[in-house]
C-alpha cells in the first residue's frame, strides 16, 4: 500500500507541474518525492510579486502552500503527502493559483 501511494502523489505533483507550466510558471528540478516548487517570472520585482502571490494564495486559502527561498530566490511550494489528496485537491489548487495570479497580475 505505501509503494502506490507514493507512486499516486509522484503522478499527482507531475500533473500540478504539467498545469503550473502551462499557466506560464517557471518549475523547480523534478522532484524525488511528491513536493515541487515554483515562481511566476514577473517582469519586474519578482521575488516581491511572488510574496504578493503567496499572500493572495493564503488569504484565498482554499489549499495551503507555503514558500521558501532556494539559492536567494523566493519560491512557492507545494507538498502533495496527505492520503486524501487527489486530482480534485491539485485542480483546485492550481484553479486557485490561477485566481490568485490575475489578482497579482491586474
Given at each position: 500500500?505505501?509503494?502506490?501511494?507514493?507512486?499516486?502523489?509522484?503522478?499527482?505533483?507531475?500533473?500540478f507541474?504539467?498545469?503550473?507550466?502551462?499557466?506560464?510558471?517557471?518549475?523547480?528540478?523534478?522532484?524525488?518525492?511528491?513536493?515541487?516548487?515554483?515562481?511566476?517570472?514577473?517582469?519586474?520585482?519578482?521575488?516581491?510579486?511572488?510574496?504578493?502571490?503567496?499572500?493572495?494564495?493564503?488569504?484565498?486559502?482554499?489549499?495551503?502552500?507555503s514558500?521558501?527561498?532556494?539559492?536567494?530566490?523566493?519560491v512557492?511550494?507545494?507538498?502533495?503527502l496527505?492520503?486524501?489528496?487527489?486530482?480534485?485537491?491539485?485542480?483546485?489548487?492550481?484553479?486557485?493559483?490561477?485566481?490568485c495570479?490575475?489578482?497579482?497580475?491586474?
Open positions: 500500500p505505501f509503494v502506490s501511494c507514493l507512486e499516486e502523489k509522484l503522478l499527482l505533483v507531475t500533473y507541474r504539467y498545469k503550473l507550466s502551462g499557466l506560464g510558471f517557471c518549475l523547480g528540478p523534478v522532484p524525488d518525492l511528491s513536493v515541487s516548487y515554483f515562481w511566476y517570472p514577473f517582469e519586474s520585482d519578482t521575488d516581491e510579486k511572488n510574496r504578493q502571490l503567496m499572500n493572495e494564495i493564503h488569504r484565498d486559502g482554499s489549499v495551503f502552500l514558500s521558501s527561498v532556494i539559492n536567494g530566490k523566493f512557492i511550494r507545494i507538498a502533495i496527505a492520503f486524501r489528496t487527489k486530482k480534485e485537491t491539485v485542480d483546485e489548487a492550481t484553479e486557485m493559483i490561477e485566481r495570479l490575475k489578482t497579482v497580475l491586474q
